[in-house]
């Protein structure tokens, strides 16, 4: 009877562990492309959640099957169960299990926000570079930047974003930052709370009025990507987005030349226009809706 035990759990336990590593694995997938150098570090997590998700659902289901198929009472056996008022050993075990794993989880989501080199300490948060990462989707950098290249101003207000690049006098509503080069944004809110968010890069920092939030990346990947607010900041906060452009040194400095060059005018803006089509409908909302703020007066918008 053991023996034919041993026979079933092990090439089991063997099989789930796989499946389990290779569902893991297929959570690669079913994320945007890693376009920033800390998001392979947040995938990874992700992935192990997944793996070790997998193996506990699929090894309950198959303690439940091999219970039903070997355990099933004889037929027409209406007869109760053996009496059983407890086990000790088990108590501890379903105990103690949980626990361990939860502390595992804990210090692998640890590990990880440690290589991304988190610092909770005011006035903000920054996020670096981490030493010796592979980069994914892109050439590895030569070096790790022991300063950010670019210093770049955020503004996000209700309800449109704004960057300014100090150092060439550009504004713009796109946020254009150069491949593999680290970048600190310093972010600023000019009313409510928002939220800085780029699903392709993994990041995301809510932006406190009042306060300025240094919040550090490296882009890996060129392309074009989305930012958003993650905060639910009113009425028409899910118009509150922009377009993020990772490119090349020469085609970066190409482009704030370029921008340079344009005198600043009044940038489009959804939110004020769908507010203004509001305010000229005969319909009258029963809640009170902020007006946007002005439109940004950029060199730059698309």
């Known amino acids: ?7 079933i759990w092990i090439p089991l336990g063997i099989a789930i562990t796989a499946i389990s590593m ?6 690669y997938s079913w994320l945007p492309p890693e376009a920033a150098a800390e998001s392979r570090l947040i995938d990874d997590t992700i992935s192990f959640l997944v793996t070790l998700g997998a193996f506990i659902f ?18 027409n056996d ?10 000790l050993t088990l108590e501890i075990v379903w105990t103690v ?17 440690q290589q991304m080199g988190i610092r909770s300490a005011m006035p903000g948060m920054h996020l670096h570079m981490p030493m010796g990462m592979e980069t994914a989707y892109a050439e590895p950098l030569a070096e790790t930047v022991a300063e950010p290249t670019e210093e770049i101003e955020v503004d996000a207000k ?13 504004t713009s509503t796109e946020l254009h930052l150069p491949v593999n080069e680290r970048v600190r944004l310093a972010l600023q809110s000019e009313d409510v709370l928002h939220g800085f968010y780029i699903p392709a890069f993994r990041l995301k920092q809510d932006i406190v009025p009042k306060e300025t939030i240094d919040f550090e990346l490296t882009p890996i990947r060129p392309g074009k990507y989305r930012l958003t607010d993650s905060q639910y ?8 987005q922009a377009d993020v452009v990772v490119e090349s040194r020469e085609d970066y400095q190409s482009w704030l030349a370029q921008a340079a060059k344009q005198k600043p005018t009044v940038a489009e ?34």
């Open 78 to 87: 209406y007869s109760d169960g053996p009496h059983i008022e407890g086990n």
């Open 158 to 170: 209700q309800w449109a974003w704004v960057f300014r690049y100090p150092k060439s006098n550009v």
């Open 269 to 302: 803006n959804q939110a004020a226009n769908e507010y203004a089509v509001a305010a000229k409908n005969d319909f009258r909302n029963t809640w009170v809706t902020v007006a946007p703020a002005d439109s940004p007066l950029v060199n730059y918008h698309n």
């Open 97 to 113: 299990l949980p626990v361990l794993v939860v502390f595992w989880i804990a210090g692998y989501s640890y590990q990880a926000y």
């Open 58 to 75: 699929l090894g309950v289901t198959a303690v439940m099957m091999y219970s039903v198929i070997f355990h099933r009472a004889a037929a």
């Open 233 to 240: 900041s009113g009425t028409y906060f899910a118009t509150m």
């Open 1 to 7: 009877m053991k023996i034919r035990h041993f026979l």
């Open 22 to 27: 290779w569902i893991g694995q297929q959570t």
